[in-house]
């Protein structure tokens, strides 16, 4: 489980939200990203280091907002309703917690990715945001 040392991020835009950005994400750069690096991941993934399971891309909810939704893929219904179970993240800390996802980052809003049984990730065709 990661606890420690993590620092608060730039407040963005005037919605007055924090990103936790942890001191050793620092080590690795996203040099092909372009536009907004912000995200929102469940704590399962961004918190407990757990591998992306499942992902997807929606239209972003403010100029700071990539649009990118992280999980692990095994987060419950209740688990999923608790706000406080989910956070605002730079890309920067699920890629390198989980770099996998990196080669799916460009892909467009309404995508959205699921991990198999093997980890290869796979784009879901039928999946619809709710």
Not at 60 to 66: K, Y
Request: glycine share 8%; charged share 30%; aromatic share 10%.
């Amino acid at each position: 489980m990661r606890c420690g040392k993590y620092r608060e991020g730039v407040i963005l835009n005037e919605s007055r939200m924090k990103m936790a950005v942890f001191m050793e994400d620092r080590k690795i750069q996203l040099t092909e990203w372009e536009g907004p690096d912000g995200c929102i991941s469940t704590k399962r993934v961004a918190v407990e280091k757990m591998q992306v399971g499942f992902c997807y891309r929606t239209k972003p909810a403010g100029e700071w907002d990539s649009g990118w939704r992280f999980m692990a893929g095994d987060e419950s219904h209740e688990y999923m309703d608790k706000p406080e179970n989910s956070g605002i993240y730079k890309l920067i800390t699920i890629v390198s917690i989980d770099p996998d996802v990196l080669p799916l980052l460009k892909a467009p809003c309404g995508s959205a990715f699921e991990r198999d049984e093997k980890g290869i990730f796979h784009q879901v065709d039928d999946w619809h945001l709710e």
